[in-house]
């Protein structure tokens, strides 16, 4: 699984880490960001935020049009 950003970048040998959980796209340790986030979980009639934050991997490009 060769990292997309690698590839345009002509590096298509890199080790893609994770996928793009906005793109889809396959992406490596140098170009992913693995960010916390919050779990939402069913509780009886009601939704509750789990204690433990979970995880997601979001490629460079998604990481800076969420903070754009
Ligand atoms: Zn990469
Ligand atoms: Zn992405």
Redesign the pocket.
Known sequence: MA?Y??IQ?N?PD?TGIGICTRCGLA??H??ARVLATHVQRANGMSRSTSRLAGRRVVCRTCLAAEAA
Request: contains cysteine.
């Open positions: 990292c950003d690698c970048e590096r890199s992406t490596c140098d170009h």
